[in-house]
Structure formats: C-alpha cells, structure tokens
C-alpha cells in the first residue's frame, strides 16, 4: 500500500471517532461496535503501515546504494564528468574533471564551463548551448587554468526534470592529445607509406617497363633468332633447314594424295668462284644477292627458293600439272641470270648449270634423297658443258652410286699406294734422239685394273686427293729422273714433264713443296717441266700468277697442254713465261687427211716461234705425221710411233737402248 493511501485512512479513522464521541448513549452499544470496527481498521491500518514503512526503508536504502553507485562512477569514472546548468554554470564535477581543466574539485563547482573552452570554439560551445541538442564526439580545445590548451572529445546530453523542463546539461569530457599524436603519427606514418607506396609503385612501374622492354626484346631476339634459324643470313631466302622442313611436307602430302606433283631444281652458279675471287669477296656477296632476287621472280608465292650455302641454291616447286612446269621455270631462271648484273661499277654475266628432280620419279620417303638426285643432275649439267639443266633418271642414280663407289676407292688407294708413274718419251724431231719423258700417272685398281687419269682425276680434283696424289707424283717422277741420270750417266735425259692440275695452285704451300721435292731427290730444277692446260691462262687469278712467277724465278719451265682444245688467247700466252705449247692431237691424228688442220697446226708452231716458244706434238701415231711436222719445223714430238707409255723398268730399258728416229 501507498504512504499517501495510508495517511488517507488514518485521517478517515479520527474523523470516524470524533463524530462517534459526540453521540447520545442510546447508541453507544451501536457505537461501541463501531468503534471496535474502526480501531480493527486502524490496526490493520498500522500494520500496513509499518510493512509500508519498511518497504520505504529498503527503497532507501536501494536508492542511497545506486546513489552511491553513481557517485562512485561519477568519481572514479576514467573521463571528465560534468553537470551544468541550462546556463552553463558547472553544478558538479569528477576528479577527472577537475584535473584536465587544471582546478580543484571544490572550487570548480559554481564556474563557468565556457572559461574552460579554448578561445576558437566559444562560438560553436554557446551554438550547443542554445540548440538543446544531443552532443556525440564533439572535438574542441579545452583549456585548463594553468596550461596550454588540449583537444578534447565532448558528449553532452540536456537533463530534463519529470516534467520536461530543461534543467541542464551533462557533459562527458576525454583528453584526445594521445589519440590525436597517434592519429597524427599514423597519419605522418601513412603519408609516409603513402611515398613509399608511390615511390615503391614508381620502381615497380619502371622495373615493370624494364621488364615489359626486356620482353619486347627477347621476343623481338627469338622472332629474329627463328628467323635466322630458317633463313639465310645473306640473301633472306630459306635456309637448309627451312627448305627441308617444306619439302617433308611436300613429300607427306603427297603420299595423302597420289594426284599431287612437285619438283625440287638444284642450282649452282657457273664460274661464280672466278667472279668471287678476281672482284672480291664483297661484289661476290652483291651477285648472290642480285641472284636471289632474280630466282625470286621466277616462282610463285606457294613456291619455296632457298640457299643451301656457298653458290648452291635450291627451289621447291608445289602442285605442278608435270615435269613442262619445272623445265619451264629452269628456262626462265636461265633467262633472268643471262641479263647482265652490275658489279662495282662494270657488268658481270653468270650462267647456271641446274638439275631437276620430279617427285613422280621416285618413291621418295626424305627430302634429302630428292636433294641428293637433283645434285646429281645438275652435276651431269655441269659435265655437259654447264648453262644447261638436265632431269634426273635413275641412269644418273647408278652413275652416282659409281661415283661414290670410286671416291671410297680412290682414298683407299691413296692409303694402299696403288698408284703408279708411266713414261712416254719426249723426242725432239731435229735429231730423233729421246730429249726426256713426260710423267703420266695411272691407277692399278684392284677390281677394275689400270686405270688412266680420265677415269679419277676430275673426282680427285673435286674431292681433294688431287693434293696428296700430285704430290706424290711429282715426286716420284723426280726421284726417278734423277736416279736414270745418276746410274746411266744419261745426260742426254734433258726434261721431265709432269702435270700440274690447275686445283693444286690453290695450296699456300706449292711452291715450298716443289722446292723441297727437287732438294729431296736432287734433281736440277732446270730439268723440271711443269705442265698447265689452258684453263689456268683463262681462270688466272693473282695467287696463280704469284706461283707462276715464283717457279720461273726458280728456274722451272713451264708448258701448255692440250693447246688448241681450250680458250686462252696470243696475250695471255704473252703475259705467262711458257717454255713449250703442247698441240693437241685431235689437231695432229686428223693433219693428214684434213688440209685445215694442217694450215692451223702451221699457225699454232708459227706463232709459237714469233713468241719464242718451243712446240711439241702429241698423238704422233704415223711417220708421215713425223715428216710432216718435221717439215713444219716442230721441234719436239710425243706418241705411239715412238713409243707407249712405258712403266719405270721398261722405261728404263728403253733409255739403255737409246733409239733414233
């Protein structure tokens, strides 16, 4: 029960008895009855009196223990507490309070909040004041009495009394200056990792740009290494490589499709070694080029042209109708390489010996066979006079695999020594004595027999062996001379003659090594003749007029074979220091029954002796041919009338017997 219910019924219970005390008696029994009721309700008054005195007692005592609660909050809280007035007149007031505004407890009671607010936010603290609004996080500047001022962090909410009138306002303060130096060293340290981060991107920009440049290049470097990979690095055509790789593609396509037709054209340059040497290495590189562009133009786009190296170039011709296509080509390409070619400022003209190969001809399974078999035809064009091409048969296959037979033999006969010196006198036509011999070199093969230099020469010439086998000719042709002169006593042994393949002056060594051979054997280099066809005057470059010259000053006489059958001419028989011009004798075998040759073997021995040249005569066979060369004052002769060539011993008995003709 309410304290005020209480007091309510006390008053109602002495008002009851006042008004019983003035009744008469005759109702005192009726009075005393109520009496007793009224004083049974004042008991029962009394004890909910006194449980409600109780409950009072304890709602005290709560309310003093959350009063003291909130006291000990209010001081013990760990930010600045604050009450005001509606005018801002601080009313109470924390430790804490107290200690950021630098006052005592006490004596901030009563002052002003506004003296505590720094002066640049007066205005903003009385705008609060007078808005009636719930302050959040509010940062101003307090300013303590004695100090300089701090940021602070402000809530404020307005107190109202129980019937909504504004009373005041409590206010939350928190020094900030920690938070604020952290704020302003995490901000410092931000802005700082802001420039790391920016000068950190700006490397990894520039390092990425390093990289993405690095990139460019090794691509551009692979792109380039591919290219030179499967391109010649001189003309831009396809490489080997590159031309094999397409022509196995050719060949498995054809083998999809059995209608499909193709042709490789192998092409090698006629003489280009001549051009490279007399106009340089560098006009040499410019014709290969001039070259290059030429074959360019005679294929199509589906057409595949390529260098293989040196003067070697190859193309490949796809989905052709039959073999009138790739011969059509090859006259086309000898077309464009018959039109003069600028070099170095003069004109410089080039033909091409070129073989064809046609997939139809054989089962081919690598592109090297077809390679292989078109080598081999343009080989047989060169052989037939070159400027030509010439299709692949299986005729050719054979002679090559002959050819290749007789390479191994040929090296094998080297290391074997199977070769051997025959000797065919030289007779000087004046007195019918022998003057000398001439050094003929045969091959004792051991399946095929003796063997004459026609059937090897040109393959050792191309393979190399010319340098070891002539060598050893010379040699041995020497040391024989000299051992008949020595043992017979046989002065009248004037001259050795020995062939001097126009491939052995390309060794840096010759001279030295013809040097050494006379020195070895002894033999008097005056005794010694060279001998050199016409394709040495023709193809003369300095190296073989250096060794010309070198011999001469040596001492060593030189004379032309086969003279008649080649191209040299009166000023290049002028320029060289030639001892002896030997006719040929497809000149001499035919002089009988043939008056111009007669009339041209007169010329050939007159215009020897105009340039003070001795003439000999080879293929002697008849002694009319004797008288006749005779009679036209021939001075030395060489055939089968006089005798065969000869192996050392018969040779040698042939010198005992000393026959006159």
């Known amino acids: 029960m309410k304290v005020d219910g209480f007091s309510e019924q006390i008053e109602k219970l002495r008002s009851d008895i006042q008004r019983l005390s003035k009744c008469d008696t005759t109702k005192l029994n009726s009075q005393q009855e109520m009496i007793t009721e009224a004083f049974e309700k004042l008991n029962t008054a009394m004890e909910e009196l006194l449980i409600a005195s109780e409950e009072l007692e304890l709602t005290r005592a709560t309310v003093e223990k959350e009063r003291q609660r909130y006291q000990d909050l209010f001081e013990f809280a760990p930010d600045g507490y604050l009450v005001t007035d509606t005018k801002g007149i601080i009313q109470e007031a924390n430790h804490v309070a107290a200690t950021l505004l630098g006052v005592q407890q006490k004596h901030l009671v009563s002052k002003p909040l506004i003296l505590f607010i720094a002066q640049q936010n007066h205005q903003s603290f009385s705008f609060q004041i007078n808005n009636l609004q719930e302050i959040l996080n509010w940062e101003i500047h307090l300013q303590p009495l004695r100090g300089t001022p701090f940021p602070a962090s402000v809530k404020a909410s307005v107190v109202y009394d129980i019937q909504g009138k504004h009373l005041g306002w409590r206010w939350l303060l928190c020094n900030i200056s920690e938070r604020k130096q952290a704020e302003e060293m995490l901000h410092r340290a931000y802005s700082e990792l802001e420039i790391r981060v920016a000068e950190r991107t700006a490397e990894l920009v520039k390092t990425n740009q390093k990289l993405l440049n690095e990139i460019t290049e090794r691509e551009r470097v692979e792109s380039q290494l591919l290219h030179l990979a499967f391109h010649d690095v001189l003309t831009g055509l396809a490489n080997r490589s590159a031309f094999i790789n397409r022509l196995r593609h050719a060949i498995n396509y054809s083998k999809r499709h059995s209608d499909y037709l193709y042709a490789v054209l192998f092409i090698d340059l006629d003489r280009f070694k001549v051009i490279n040497d007399s106009l340089g290495h560098l006009n040499g590189d410019q014709l290969l080029l001039a070259i290059a562009s030429r074959l360019e133009i005679c294929v199509r786009s589906i057409d595949t042209a390529a260098r293989l190296g040196g003067d070697e170039f190859t193309i490949l011709l796809e989905g052709i109708q039959d073999v009138t296509d790739a011969i059509t080509v090859a006259e086309r390409i000898q077309k464009e390489l018959a039109l003069p070619i600028e070099l170095g400022g003069q004109e410089v003209f080039i033909t091409a010996s070129i073989g064809i190969t046609l997939s139809s001809t054989v089962d081919y399974k690598h592109p090297e066979e077809l390679l292989r078999d078109a080598d081999t035809a343009m080989y047989r064009a060169k052989v037939l006079g070159r400027a030509r091409y010439e299709l692949f048969n299986s005729d050719m296959y054979a002679n090559a695999l002959a050819r290749l037979q007789l390479e191994i033999d040929l090296r094998r006969a080297v290391e074997r020594e199977e070769f051997q010196v025959f000797y065919q006198p030289i007779v000087s036509l004046t007195s019918g004595s022998i003057l000398g011999f001439e050094a003929l070199l045969r091959w004792q093969h051991p399946e095929r ?71 070895s054997t002894g033999l008097d280099a005056g005794t010694l003749v060279l001998e050199i066809t016409e394709s040495v005057i023709v193809e003369n470059g300095n190296q073989v007029t250096t060794a010309i010259l070198q011999l001469q000053e040596m001492g060593i006489e030189l004379s032309i074979d086969d003279f008649g059958t080649g191209y040299s001419s009166v000023g290049g028989l002028y320029n060289f220091p030639i001892s002896v011009l030997k006719i040929d004798r497809s000149f001499i075998s035919l002089m009988g029954s043939n008056s111009k040759n007669l009339e041209i073997i007169e010329i050939i021995i007159t215009l020897a002796h105009k340039l003070g040249v001795d003439v000999l005569a080879e293929g002697i066979e008849t002694k009319e041919q004797l008288l006749l060369l005779r009679k036209l004052n021939c001075q030395y002769g060489q055939g089968h009338f006089f005798s065969v060539p000869l192996n050392s011993s018969a040779a040698e008995a042939l010198i005992m017997e000393n026959p006159q003709w």
Request: proline share 3%.
């Open 449 to 519: 027999g003796l063997l004459n230099p026609a059937d090897f020469i040109s393959l050792a010439e191309e393979t190399g062996l010319i340098f070891s086998i002539g060598k050893w000719a010379l040699h041995e042709a020497c040391r024989q001379v000299q051992a008949w002169r020595v043992c017979h006593h046989s002065n009248f042994l004037e001259k050795i003659s020995v062939n001097l393949s126009v491939k052995q002056f390309s060794q840096p060594d010759l001279i030295e090594q013809i040097g050494q051979i006379l020195h």
